[in-house]
């Protein structure tokens, strides 16, 4: 997965969306996927791009459901990217 720069990131999200739909993974279960894997890149991911930080400080302060709505906005934008 290409974290160097906001539009690899997108573009790399994209990509694993598009592959778990192939293998017909739940739109439901991709979006679980994605809220676990934003904890794991907040904890785990320098911030060190601004769009990097935005996404770090709304999760950090998001509930978990609001959590799951902004995985999913995410998962959105990435499949519009590809």
Known sequence: MDLS???GWKHSLGVA????EE???SQDTISNFAAQF???LTNNVPADL???RAIK???E???PEEQKIIANCM???AKKNL
Not at 17 to 20: G, I, P, Y
């Open 5 to 7: 720069s906001w539009k």
């Open 17 to 20: 969306v598009e592959f778990a």
């Open 23 to 25: 293998l017909g993974i």
């Open 38 to 40: 934003g904890n794991y």
């Open 50 to 52: 601004a769009e990097n």
């Open 57 to 59: 400080e709304l999760w």
């Open 61 to 63: 302060v998001a509930s």
């Open 75 to 77: 998962v959105k934008l």
